[in-house]
């Protein structure tokens, strides 16, 4: 652009701002007064704007607008809105059973969809957004289960949670703390250990006298993790032969285990969610182990 | 808003003398087109009549779909996120239809621009069609340009009131039709229509009419070829587009200057001087419903509507000189016919053929794309938290979330099979295993289901870090099949 004096157009009779491109001239056109009414038109806008919803803020607070709109209420609206709409099924699902619910396609999908939704707010922070747990934290995908992997058994774990000081019904047993309490000496407990290792197939220790180790799981052990060392789904036991292990395979893990126990909780979720949301729930996590 | 030439310029104005009294805005000068007759104007009634016709009509006709689907022949069914245009459903995964559709609108804008510059402007615009049915009712209630300006200047009166009243009534009914047949095309219309006559439509279906009546009666009654002016990018789009052998509505400078009256022309030509056929009757300015005087050449304001050549053919009629003294041409025609050569007119030339090139293109790459469409949709989401799991068995399992659709009026049912992975097996709590060991699914009529599945290798295997896959869903009736390549994640061995 180039800088060129302000002249008239002939054709038009406008004069041009001075601004020049390539010999082309910009004529200085007033605006249209339509173009300004509009304008006045939106600081108007504005003002009613003020007046009806929230806008303006205040020290610790702000002007709220006499419609009384929050978008916290909008939300609340369209959050009853979709239950008002999902009244039939959600009646449906109140009334059926675990199994009954599983066996009905429109059920079992409404459900796995609230479950999901309901695994992600309350579950994912100790056993993983998709149920993979961590250590300390079952694995709900493995096919593992302490407690038993049954719809009705996942559900009643749910309900009433492990170890919960809160409900009467709470799925409950006590390792004891071998080591803690004196029972084992810890070469004892080394030798259990990997002992214990080589149930799942994994190597033990070079040197450890296995025999011994098996002697000592025969005395101690066997009454609640069976002679195989399947566990018990009854009282929570372990199964010792699998790959998945909640608190480690490594044998510095084991030690520290059966040296202390470790006795892990998990809240009883009757007490704070509604009976839906934890058949949803039961459906959900049983799907996450393959349904098995 | 427009650029005058370098050369037509006068002499220079002190800068700060200009900015100073310049003003900052101005009103539009009210244009008062006059009724004219031709050629043009049957033409743009019928487009209009046509258009219109469509618009109003097109909600109420009817296509039979089968039970439980919607009858009308074209809807946009927001709730069930639907769109129907006769024999064609879309889902909204299937938008890009609408792309292909678009590009094929501007392409078509393109070569109609080529071959006759801004007709869509003059012809077929909405807003063109619309201001020219409030223009009419106008022009009924009112008067002609010559009534309406004297009308308009005249002193408040009952009469006055009166027409006034019935002009802006008629507007608003109009703008009412014209908004609640758009919310027509979102539900089914006979339905709708009811509803709306007994206030028991939904409130949104009030809020689009009453927007689309807001801006219809604003738009066409009051702002006219304001829009047109300083609202549509599309003059300017236009501007670019144009090249020097479109056919643009032109004063034939050839044949109309010099300008003089009938009589002056008539004694000039018996002396044998040079006369031009123009008589400067203004005619063609005040046919203009845009305002243009078209004798000053091409301009953004030309919306190519004709009605001036019309208006001009009518005066060129009764003072006996042939037609056309405005006419579809180019400037280049002009410079020929000064030059004493016959007129050419290059309405086939490389860029109409490259634009009708680009629209077959298009048109056959959308065909295509309709005409192997499927019925059915398999789509496969690998699960990524755990991106694979250990069993307690020792066996590798990985989880897909895979969402069947089915596009047809009638349930249909789904066999999954799986591939490329040596021992790999099936399992979901939804879908229902087969004795052969594929899965099976029942998708609701017109819906997609969505199904959790997991394949996992026999306990020892090792899968390996990554196998690719593929998901084959097969529609046991039809036969139709979607097959969707993912991978099978396992843990990082030693090996590798």
């Known amino acids: 652009m180039t800088i060129d004096p302000v002249q008239v157009d002939k054709v038009s009779g406008q004069t041009t701002t001075g601004h020049e491109w390539d010999g082309i001239r910009e004529l200085n056109t007033p605006l249209p007064r339509w173009w300004l009414w509009l304008f006045y038109l939106t600081i108007a806008f504005s003002v009613v704007y003020w007046f009806l919803f929230p806008a303006w803020p205040l020290f610790g607070s702000y002007t709220g607008g006499v419609l009384g709109w929050s978008s916290r209420a909008a939300v609340a609206d369209q959050v009853a809105l979709a239950k008002a709409a999902r009244m039939q099924e959600a009646t449906a699902l109140e009334s059926a059973s675990l199994s009954e619910i599983a066996a009905a396609p429109k059920l079992q999908e409404l459900a796995l969809a609230q479950g999901k939704a309901a695994f992600g707010d309350n579950c994912a922070p100790c056993h993983g957004s998709g149920g993979q747990g961590q250590k300390g934290y079952p694995n709900l995908t493995a096919g593992r289960w302490l407690w038993g992997g049954a719809l009705e058994q996942i559900g009643t774990t749910i309900i009433h949670g492990i170890r919960a000081p809160d409900d009467a019904d709470t799925r409950t047993s006590a390792m004891p703390a071998f080591g803690k309490d004196g029972t084992l000496k810890p070469e004892e407990i080394r030798e259990v250990a990997d002992y214990v290792r080589t149930l799942a197939g994994l190597e033990p220790e070079h040197g450890v006298d296995i025999a011994a180790g098996k002697k000592i799981f025969a005395d101690n052990c066997v009454a609640c993790h069976g002679e195989d060392g399947k566990g018990n789904i009854e009282m929570g036991s372990a199964n010792l032969t699998t790959k998945v292990w909640q608190y480690g395979s490594d044998i510095n893990d084991l030690i520290y285990t059966i040296t202390n126990a470790r006795n892990s909780t998990m809240p009883a979720w009757g007490h704070r969610l509604d009976p839906v949301t934890i058949k949803s729930l039961a459906i959900y996590v049983h799907s996450l182990g393959g349904g098995t | 808003v427009s650029a005058s030439a370098g050369g037509s310029a006068s002499a220079p104005i002190a800068a700060e003398e200009i900015y100073d009294e310049g003003p900052l805005y101005a009103a539009a000068k009210k244009v008062y087109p006059q009724k004219v007759w031709g050629t043009y104007r049957r033409l743009k009634w019928a487009v209009l009549w046509f258009a219109l016709g469509v618009y109003y009509i097109l909600p109420f006709v009817r296509w039979d779909r089968g039970p439980n689907q919607p009858n009308q022949a074209v809807l946009i069914d927001m709730e069930h996120s639907r769109f129907y245009a006769f024999f064609i459903e879309l889902w909204p995964q299937e938008v890009y239809y609408f792309t292909g559709l678009l590009i094929l609108a501007a392409l078509i804008l393109f ?189 953004l304001g030309c919306i190519n509507c004709g009605l001036c050549i019309d208006a001009c053919d009518a005066v060129m009629t009764k003072i006996q000189r042939p037609l056309r003294l405005i006419a579809f041409d180019t400037d280049d025609n002009i410079v020929r016919r000064k030059r004493g050569e016959p007129a050419v007119y290059h309405l086939i030339r490389p860029r109409t053929i490259l634009y009708l090139a680009a629209i077959a293109l298009t048109g056959c790459i959308m065909l295509y794309a309709f005409v192997t469409r499927t019925n059915m949709h398999l789509s496969v989401l690998h699960v990524r938290a755990p991106l694979f799991t250990v069993t307690a068995q020792g066996g590798v399992r990985n989880g897909y979330t895979l969402r069947f659709s089915n596009k047809l009026s009638k349930p249909s049912d789904f066999a999954l099979t799986v591939s490329g992975l040596k021992g790999a097996m099936m399992t979901s709590v939804v879908a229902k295993p087969l004795s052969d060991g594929r899965l099976t699914a029942r998708v609701d009529a017109d819906a997609t289901f969505e199904v959790p599945v997991y394949v996992s290798t026999p306990p020892g295997a090792s899968p390996g870090k990554s196998t690719p896959i593929t998901f084959t869903a097969t529609d046991v009736k039809t036969g139709e099949a979607s097959g969707v390549v993912d991978n099978f994640f396992g843990p990082i061995t030693s090996s590798e």
């Open chain 2, 111 to 299: 070569l109609s621009n080529a071959l006759f510059g801004r007709v869509w402007c003059g012809y077929a615009c909405p807003q063109t069609v619309w201001t020219d049915l409030f223009l009419w009712v106008e022009r009924a209630i009112e008067g002609d340009r010559r009534e309406r300006i004297k009308f308009d200047d005249a002193p408040w009166s009952p009469d006055k009131l009166v027409k006034r009243l019935a002009k802006h009534a008629a507007w608003l009914v109009i703008a009412m039709l014209t908004g609640g047949a758009f919310v027509l095309y979102f539900m089914d219309a006979p339905t709708l229509l009811v509803q709306f006559a007994t206030f028991q439509a939904p409130l949104i279906a009030y809020l689009w009419a009453g927007i689309l009546t807001l801006t219809t009666y604003s738009l066409a009654g009051h702002m006219r070829e304001q829009v047109c002016l300083y609202m549509c990018p599309w003059p300017r789009i236009q501007a670019a587009l144009t090249d020097p052998d479109a056919l643009e509505v032109t004063y034939r400078t050839d044949r109309g200057e010099p300008r003089m009256s009938v009589k002056e022309a008539a004694r000039k030509r018996a002396q044998g001087s040079p006369a031009g056929d123009c008589i400067d009757c203004f005619q063609c300015v005040h046919a203009c419903p845009t305002g243009v005087d078209i004798r000053k050449g091409l301009q």
